[in-house]
């Protein structure tokens, strides 16, 4: 594992990282589930084409006004993969620290909609882009949960209003819930360490929250096996996998909350 410090003195090692410090926000991208077996996006990860439509244009506003058929045959394709996937160390790591109190304050923000933070145990979660397993009406918002639908229901109806349902998820030019995004800034403003796992860093507004938390003065750590338009502002990027890197950094924080006998 590689520590490449754009610009402080690091540890030894990455993993002292996240010891002494009290409020933690997770950004996670894709590349957290990647271990599970879920593409990327970019970085090869082969989720970025479908027959031969770049993803941006499939998961788009645009697309669901123009063939609402198609975005739920991309989705399903791409809940038949996740459904094969399991939560990896990398989730389980941050599931532990959540719910062994490691931080006075502990934020969870994830890009991801493949639900695999839930599978892990994580509770206290922001998903800024949804859930890939639900669907919501087009008209009313009525929510439901896939596994309620049956699967040749495509498009599925609502049962409160009879009108067309989509994935319940943010695509490409639709904007996000304001509670969410919004509380995920707020929370960027206070923390005094960000972590950055398994993302590229491009996709707006997500990538604003590291900024907001490096502008009101918290240390920025990523964690990438490649340099992201991230990593010059980072205090510290350590070139590793999630599955590798984040047990560790973890792990030194229980030691320091409860040291050995
Ligand atoms: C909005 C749900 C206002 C759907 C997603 C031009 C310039 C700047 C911005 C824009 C622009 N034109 C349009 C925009 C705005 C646009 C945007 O940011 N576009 C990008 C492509 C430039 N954003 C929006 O439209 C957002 N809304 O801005 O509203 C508005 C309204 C109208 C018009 C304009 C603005 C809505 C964005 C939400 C889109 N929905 N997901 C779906 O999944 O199909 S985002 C989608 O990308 C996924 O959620 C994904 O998580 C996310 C971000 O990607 P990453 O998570 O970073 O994944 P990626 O593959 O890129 O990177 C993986 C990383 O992991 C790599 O770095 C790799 O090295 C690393 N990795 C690999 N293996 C591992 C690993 N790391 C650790 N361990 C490993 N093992
Ligand atoms: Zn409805």
Redesign the pocket.
């Known amino acids: 594992m590689a520590l490449s410090a754009p610009n402080t003195s690091v540890p030894d090692d990455g993993r002292m990282l996240l010891r002494g410090f009290k409020r933690l926000l997770v950004l ?5 589930s ?2 599970s077996g879920v593409p ?4 090869g ?1 082969g ?2 084409v479908w027959r031969g439509m770049p ?2 244009s ?2 788009s ?1 645009r697309m669901v006004q123009h063939d609402l058929p198609l975005v739920w045959e ?2 399903d394709y ?1 809940r038949g993969i996740v459904a094969g996937c399991e939560p990896n160390a ?1 989730h389980r790591a941050i599931a532990d620290a959540q719910t062994s109190m490691l931080f006075d304050d502990l934020t969870l923000v ?4 493949d639900g695999l933070h839930l599978a892990a145990g994580s509770t206290d979660l922001i998903e ?3 859930n ?1 397993h639900q669907a919501r009406c087009l008209s009313c918002n009525f929510r439901q949960g896939l596994n309620e639908i049956d699967p040749t229901d495509r498009p599925p109806v609502c049962s409160e209003c009879f009108d067309s349902m989509r994935p319940n ?8 819930d304001d509670t969410l995004i919004l509380s995920a800034y707020e929370k960027a403003a206070i923390c005094d360490v960000c972590l950055v ?11 604003q929250i590291p900024v907001i938390a490096k502008r009101n003065g918290a240390v920025l750590i990523e ?4 340099e ?1 338009d991230l990593t010059p502002t980072c205090d510290h990027s350590i070139r ?4 590798e890197i984040l047990p560790r950094l973890f792990s030194s924080v229980t030691n320091q909350q409860h040291p050995a006998p």
């Open positions: 996670t991208g894709a590349g957290i990647a271990e990327t996006f970019r970085g990860g989720a970025a993803f941006e499939l998961s506003a991309w989705f791409r990398g994830t890009q991801n909609i800024l882009h949804g890939i998820v943010v695509l490409f030019g639709e904007t996000l796992v398994g993302t590229s860093a491009v996709v707006y507004p997500a990538n964690v990438n096996p490649e992201t590793g996998t999630a599955c």
